[in-house]
């Protein structure tokens, strides 16, 4: 038998309605009763969290590793480490690889590496259509049998509503969320940056809000006639948080996520070329800013996560309309939201933003994580809320080093990450 025990923290677990100081006792893996008795000859780790916040293990549901076939971007071990860093316990990797994850074999090699190479939990989605091309579905049943927790093109849209619909019809039957990268392809066009004043004035093409707004009300439609929760990956715009509302308060089965980048810049950031401010979608106005930010604070958004995209520097040392799209996001999310929505813009409380990274993504996806529930898996996060630091990309875990928050000071992060009542990371 092994035993750490985690003294005097303040356990925060959503999951519970639980805020106390106490002691966490975690046994082979396990969340335990704190008052079990303990054979002598246990060896017990002891950890002392005075003055920090104990929460249940930190959930990213949107996140690029890159393997198969773009390890020089990032790989399933570094990628883990890098959330480890963050004071993430699992991550969910969307399947825009190489081959595409369209496949149960590409899903097995993916959890079976995982498995051998990862530090966290690493969970697996699948492609909705084969190579992600939106023409015809991806073998669905075969994926879920060898263990996917939900169905995306991310990086890609569904542009056939045909197809998408029948993609829900399926996923309903196997229990699955459909999750989707919203963008009208024939309103964005070329377009690489929020279409507005400032990408008029760079003369770089425009990427309208609405080619992502017309593609979330299009899901409130078909989420309601099949069904099927469909949740809209990396919201960007005011107007898809009013559709999100209006769809939610009828009941339909729509949810969405934001990441730090939507509500830490604006397209200003882009009057440098800096190519670190690249982004699908694009970083858009402060309006748009304050109504995301609306949105976590009265519920309509309900997930917090990253987006975690790695490039390789030379990809990213090109003309800012040649440039991929994405940033790092893994170790900087925590202290990004800690900072601006808990100490900054006072959107919401500690114990909410723990529940947009804990519970919540664990119910929306169906899995078991997120909760310090006797019994359930010993992932903990430790973190001190106050804690002052400043982001530096060249000490990332990340094989990638494309951030545009390099030197950011930032106020909060996590200090431990524990999987399976284990250590995997301390600051």
């Not at 390890?71 to 963050?86: F, L, V, Y």
């Amino acid at each position: 038998m092994t035993a750490t025990r985690i003294r005097n923290g303040r356990i925060i677990d959503p999951a519970n309605g639980r805020d106390e100081l106490a002691d966490l006792l975690l046994i082979d893996g396990r969340v335990a009763d704190p008052n079990t008795a303990l054979p002598p000859e246990t060896r017990v780790e002891t950890i002392d969290a005075t003055g920090k916040v104990v929460a249940p293990g930190l959930i990213d549901l949107h996140v690029h590793f890159r393997e198969p076939g773009q390890s020089a971007k990032e790989t399933i071990a570094t990628g883990s480490r890098a959330a480890a860093a963050g004071g993430f316990t699992s991550v969910v990797c969307m399947p825009n690889t190489s081959p595409a994850v369209d496949s149960p074999s590409v899903v097995t090699w993916i959890l079976e590496k995982a498995k051998a190479e990862a530090c966290i939990n690493v969970f697996c989605t699948g492609a909705i259509t084969k190579g992600l091309a939106g023409e015809e579905l991806a073998p669905i049943g075969s994926m879920h049998k060898a263990g996917i927790v939900a169905l995306t093109d991310d990086g890609r849209c569904v542009q056939n509503h045909e197809v998408m619909r029948r993609a829900l019809e399926y996923a309903r039957m196997f229990g699955l969320t459909v999750m989707d990268h919203c963008q009208d392809y024939h309103l964005v066009g070329k377009g690489v940056m929020h279409e507005g004043i400032v990408s008029t004035a760079l003369g770089l093409p425009g990427w309208p809000a609405v080619g992502e707004e017309i593609i979330v009300q299009r899901n409130a439609l078909l989420a309601e006639l099949c069904d099927t929760p469909i949740h809209c990956q990396h919201l960007s715009s005011g107007g898809s948080v009013r559709i999100l509302k209006e769809a939610r308060s009828r009941g339909i089965k729509l949810s969405g996520e934001v990441c730090p980048h939507h509500i830490a810049l604006t397209d200003e950031s882009i009057r440098s070329f800096d190519t670190n401010f690249k982004m699908n979608p694009p970083l858009r106005t402060q309006r748009d800013i304050d109504q995301l930010i609306e949105g976590v604070a009265d519920g309509t958004l309900t997930v917090l996560a990253s987006d975690h995209a790695p490039h390789c520097s030379y990809e990213k040392e090109v003309e800012f309309d040649l440039a991929p799209f994405g940033i790092l996001g893994l170790e900087t999310e925590l202290g990004l939201f800690l900072d601006i929505l808990l100490h900054k813009k006072r959107a919401l409380s500690l114990s909410r933003l723990i529940a947009m990274l804990t519970v919540e993504p664990a119910r929306l996806l169906g899995i078991d994580r997120g909760t310090l529930s006797v019994g359930a898996h010993a992932d903990v996060t430790i973190l001190d809320p106050d804690l002052e630091w400043t982001v530096d990309k060249e000490s990332s875990a990340s094989r990638s080093r494309n951030t545009p928050f390099h030197g950011w000071e930032l106020k909060g992060r996590a200090i431990r990450t524990v999987v399976a009542g284990k250590t995997v990371w301390s600051l």
